[in-house]
C-alpha cells in the first residue's frame, strides 16, 4: 500500500467532503463501478460508515424501478452531489456521440431526464465519462467531431438554464479518444467558456493517461470542479500503487474543497471496500 502520509503539515483540517457512488435500483449492469443491490440497506451502510454525500448513478430516471429514490435519499439525510450517466451507455448503449442519428438523439433526451433528476435531488450536475461515446477516426472524424461537440454544448444549455452543469471527465484512451489528459479537459472547458460545462477528473484515469498526476492537478489547478477517487485498477484506495497521500496533497495546495467522490468496484465486498475507502482518505483530511 504505497502512500505517504502528509496530513500532518496541515494546521487546519481539509474541508473536502467524502462521497460514494450508489446506483438506483433500475440499473443492473456489472460493469457499474457503484455500489448495487438494496438501495435504502446501501445508504444505511454508507451512513453508518461516515460518509458525507452521494454520487447517484441513474440509468434511467423515468424507469419504474427508478421511482421512490428522491424520498429513500431525504430519509437518509444524505445530499447528492452529482448525477452518474454511465449506466445509460452500459445497459442500454444510449450516448451522446455515435454514427447512429437515434441513438445520439436518444443520448441527448437522455442527458436530459438525468439534468432533470439531478435538479429535484439538488445535484450539482451529471458527469460525463463513457456516456460520452467516442468520435469516429479517419473520414468521419470532423463530423463525428462536430456531433461530440453539438451534444455536449447542447447539454450544457440545458444544465445552466437550471443552475447546474455537465462535468467532463478525462477519460481512458481505449473507451474514447475525446479527452482522455486533464490537460486536455481544462483546454476543452476553456475553449467552450460555458456556464453550463466544467471539468472534473479522476484518479484511476490520470493513473493511465496523465504523465503526472500531481503535475496534472496543479495545471488544472484553476478550472477541477470535482473528484472521483479509485486506484490503479478501480479497486478500493490503497488496494493498487496510487500515492493517495500526493494526490490528495496536490489538491490540498490548489485549494480544492469539493468532494472526493468514491467510485471503485465493490470487492472484496460493498462494505469492505467502502470502509477501507473513507478509512485511508480520512487520513490525508
Known amino acids: 500500500m504505497p502512500i505517504s502520509l502528509h496530513a500532518a503539515e496541515y494546521s487546519e483540517p481539509s474541508r473536502m467532503s467524502v462521497g460514494y457512488?450508489?446506483?438506483t435500483p433500475e440499473v443492473r449492469s456489472p460493469l457499474m463501478p457503484g455500489v448495487r443491490g438494496d438501495f435504502a440497506e446501501n445508504l444505511a451502510v454508507l451512513k453508518d460508515l461516515g460518509?458525507?454525500?452521494?454520487?447517484?448513478?441513474?440509468?434511467?430516471p423515468e424507469d419504474p424501478d427508478a421511482q421512490g429514490v428522491e424520498a429513500e435519499i431525504a430519509r437518509s439525510g444524505f445530499s447528492v452531489t452529482m448525477i452518474g450517466s454511465a449506466p445509460s451507455e452500459l445497459q442500454d448503449g444510449v450516448m451522446m456521440c455515435h454514427p447512429d442519428a437515434e441513438v445520439r438523439e436518444a443520448g441527448a433526451a437522455r442527458l436530459r431526464s438525468l439534468i432533470d433528476a439531478g435538479?429535484?435531488?439538488?445535484?450539482?450536475g451529471v458527469n460525463i465519462g463513457r456516456f460520452r461515446g467516442t468520435c469516429i477516426p479517419g473520414e468521419m472524424w470532423e463530423t463525428s467531431n462536430g456531433w461530440m461537440r453539438d451534444a455536449m454544448r447542447a447539454g450544457a444549455d440545458y444544465a445552466a438554464e437550471r443552475g447546474m452543469k455537465i462535468y467532463i471527465e478525462p477519460y481512458n484512451r481505449y473507451e474514447t479518444n475525446f479527452i482522455n489528459t486533464v490537460r486536455q479537459?481544462?483546454?476543452?472547458?476553456?475553449?467552450?467558456?460555458?456556464a453550463g460545462l466544467a471539468l472534473m477528473i479522476d484518479s484511476c484515469w490520470m493513473n493511465s493517461e496523465d504523465a503526472s498526476i500531481p503535475g496534472a492537478i496543479f495545471a488544472a489547478r484553476e478550472w477541477i470542479e470535482y473528484v472521483h477517487v479509485a486506484?490503479?485498477?478501480?479497486g478500493y484506495p490503497g488496494s493498487g500503487h496510487i500515492h493517495f497521500g500526493d494526490f490528495i496533497r496536490a489538491l490540498?495546495?490548489?485549494?480544492?474543497?469539493?468532494?472526493?467522490?468514491?467510485q471503485i468496484d465493490q470487492k472484496p465486498a460493498f462494505r469492505v471496500a467502502a470502509e477501507r475507502s473513507i478509512r485511508l482518505l480520512r487520513c490525508f483530511l
Do not use: C
Open 21 to 23: 457512488v450508489i446506483t
Open 51 to 60: 460518509y458525507d454525500t452521494l454520487e447517484v448513478a441513474m440509468r434511467d
Open 119 to 124: 435538479e429535484k435531488l439538488g445535484a450539482l
Open 185 to 194: 479537459g481544462m483546454e476543452y472547458v476553456k475553449e467552450e467558456n460555458h
Open 231 to 234: 486506484d490503479s485498477t478501480r
Open 252 to 262: 490540498r495546495e490548489i485549494d480544492y474543497e469539493g468532494v472526493l467522490s468514491v
